[in-house]
T-cell receptor, first 112, second 110 residues
Framework: TQLLEQSPQFLSIQEGENLTVYCNSSSVFSSLQWYRQEPGEGPVLLVTVVTGGEVKKLKRLTFQFGDARKDSSLHITAAQPGDTGLYLC????????????FGQGTRLTINP | KAGVTQTPRYLIKTRGQQVTLSCSPISGHRSVSWYQQTPGQGLQFLFE???????NKGNFPGRFSGRQFSNSRSEMNVSTLELGDSALYLC?????????FGSGTRLTVV
């Protein structure tokens, strides 16, 4: 059972365009994390959001946690080829939970 | 500081064999988790150890086991390998904040 649905699964856009990746669930999460994974490497943590409605910015990346803490989005402004990679959302069901539920991932390709 | 180290990086095994993978967490981190990553299922939680005790376990058969040593290093073992066990096995350590993942061990079962 996939508890976290990510969309789209694949996205290929031109450099300079904007994009949004969505992560949705019917479950409530105490926190949600976004990771980026390069080929042949492990995922690297980008951000953790814990409060419903929270918005965090990391340079051109904007992360939002839904008010009900069931969904999240990642928005990239003016995408660059260096943003290419697999983006994963992962949720924890309670504070301090050491088991993360991962979405299937969004494979993003930014074309020069 | 040094990151999470997983060894070996690549393994090829035959069906029916067993395999042991190793993970050295970031110094000071006492929690080590293991995940299996496949194209079809994505990342799935295997188990988590803290201070040599298994705290959480995912929905994997008993062929998958693990342990943690007093220095927080962890090993996972898969017995009676099946073709479907081919995957990237990722280890992550945590000191109470977010996870830091290793580069993984790519296991191929033939």
């Amino acid at each position: 059972t996939q508890l976290l649905e990510q969309s789209p699964q694949f996205l290929s856009i031109q450099e300079g365009e904007n994009l949004t990746v969505y992560c949705n669930s019917s479950s409530v999460f105490s926190s949600l994390q976004w990771y980026r994974q390069e080929p042949g490497e492990g995922p690297v943590l980008l951000v953790t959001v814990v409060t419903g409605g929270e918005v965090k910015k990391l340079k051109r990346l904007t992360f939002q946690f839904g008010d009900a803490r069931k969904d999240s989005s990642l928005h990239i402004t003016a995408a660059q080829p260096g943003d290419t990679g697999l983006y994963l959302c992962a949720g924890a069901h309670f504070q301090g939970a050491q088991k993360l539920v991962f979405g299937q991932g969004t494979r993003l390709t930014i074309n020069p | 500081k040094a990151g999470v180290t997983q060894t070996p990086r690549y393994l090829i095994k035959t069906r029916g064999q067993q395999v042991t993978l190793s993970c050295s967490p970031i110094s000071g981190h006492r929690s080590v988790s293991w995940y299996q990553q496949t194209p079809g299922q994505g990342l799935q939680f295997l188990f988590e150890y803290f201070s040599e005790t298994q705290r959480n376990k995912g929905n994997f058969p008993g062929r998958f086991s693990g342990r943690q040593f007093s220095n927080s290093r962890s090993e996972m073992n898969v017995s009676t390998l099946e073709l479907g066990d081919s995957a990237l096995y990722l280890c992550a350590s945590s000191g109470g904040g977010g996870y830091t993942f290793g580069s993984g061990t790519r296991l191929t079962v033939v």
